[in-house]
T-cell receptor, first 115, second 114 residues
Framework: DTGVSQNPRHKITKRGQNVTFRCDPI?????LYWYRQTLGQGPEFLTYFQNEAQLEKSRLLSDRFSAERPKGSFSTLEIQRTEQGDSAMYLC?????????????FGPGTRLTVT | AQKITQTQPGMFVQEKEAVTLDCTYDTSDPSYGLFWYKQPSSGEMIFLIYQGSYDQQNATEGRYSLNFQKARKSANLVISASQLGDSAMYFC???????????FGKGTTLSVSS
């Protein structure tokens, strides 16, 4: 069990470009979550998957954001036509449901800087 | 609406001392879960401890314990015998009513000095 991994760890892009992030969850975990964290704030929920189905999307997830988990394993988060306001840390987490506490295990995050 | 409040932006403690990080929460759901996470400067969120609303005893995990006062809606984290490696941002979080997303507070920065 190597934990949740995310790639890339850092991404610098110019406004208007598209970016894609990847998350590999803990292998036996059936739920995968995406969060966004801006400076000085706690993470904010974006979306989650149960296996390959995307079951919930936050209102923070604008039309420029899309997430997939095609085979119920890794997930990708794409941002189209990036804006400076998209600069943030994007965190992925996974969990095993059901469990006692439903605790979520987080990856190291992808820090996005839009110039 | 569910909400987590952490009122201490920063806390300072010396090595080997105990420290309490405050967390209050608001929910109308009788069934809920409370979590504490540690975020070092590297960015990864590390799960520390969990308390369920129906758990009879306060949760403990090694040097971490959760002082759960249901009537006051508080879930303070107590770290005993602080170590230099405890210096990090600490977040209190609540599982939302659907049992899916975590709702986080703004965090408390803990600095441990020798």
């Amino acid at each position: 069990d190597t934990g949740v991994s995310q790639n890339p760890r850092h991404k610098i892009t110019k406004r208007g470009q598209n970016v894609t992030f990847r998350c590999d969850p803990i292998s036996e975990h059936n739920r995968l979550y995406w969060y966004r964290q801006t400076l000085g704030q706690g993470p904010e929920f974006l979306t989650y998957f149960q296996n390959e189905a995307q079951l919930e999307k936050s209102r923070l997830l604008s039309d420029r954001f899309s997430a997939e988990r095609p085979k119920g394993s890794f997930s990708t988060l794409e941002i189209q036509r990036t804006e400076q306001g998209d600069s943030a840390m994007y965190l992925c987490a996974s969990s095993l449901i059901p469990s006692h506490s439903y605790e979520q295990y987080f990856g190291p995050g992808t820090r996005l800087t839009v110039t | 609406a569910q909400k987590i409040t952490q009122t201490q932006p920063g806390m300072f403690v010396q090595e080997k001392e105990a420290v309490t990080l405050d967390c209050t929460y608001d929910t109308s759901d009788p069934s809920y879960g409370l979590f504490w996470y540690k975020q070092p400067s590297s960015g990864e969120m590390i799960f520390l401890i969990y308390q369920g609303s129906y758990d009879q005893q306060n949760a403990t995990e090694g040097r971490y314990s959760l002082n759960f006062q249901k009537a006051r809606k508080s879930a303070n984290l107590v770290i005993s015998a602080s170590q230099l490696g405890d210096s990090a941002m600490y977040f209190c979080a609540m599982r939302d009513v659907r049992g899916t997303a975590l709702i986080f507070g703004k965090g408390t920065t803990l600095s441990v000095s020798s």
